[in-house]
């Protein structure tokens, strides 16, 4: 992955999402594992739109999902997608777009 521009830990502790422009990736951390460590295996990609000028991601508050957002670049009006994860290696999906 090259750029991130967003990251996020779960409160947990052991999710890691990070993203770039085009893409979104998952890590998770091993009870003994520093950050650094499991940045260092290879991610999971997960579901992401891209979106113009997105630079947020951030875990929802009950941990069971991921939120991304855009700036809004020229007028264009921002994006905010839900994205529903019970356990991330399972088919994440979008559940709604925010607003």
């Known amino acids: 992955m090259t750029y991130a521009v967003a990251g996020d830990i779960s409160a947990s502790g052991r999710e890691i999402l990070i993203k770039n ?3 979104a990736f998952y890590w998770c951390r ?5 950050v650094a460590e499991a940045l260092a295996a290879a991610p999971t990609p997960v579901p992401y739109t891209m979106e113009p000028q997105g630079e947020a991601i951030a875990w929802g508050a009950d941990g069971r999902g991921y939120y991304t957002t855009s ?12 994205w529903a994860v019970p356990c991330l290696l399972r088919s994440p ?5 925010v607003w």
């Open 71 to 82: 700036e809004e670049p020229s007028g264009i009006e921002a994006t905010r997608d839900a």
């Open 93 to 97: 999906r979008r559940i709604r777009r």
């Open 30 to 34: 091993g009870d003994s594992q520093t």
């Open 21 to 23: 422009y085009a893409e």
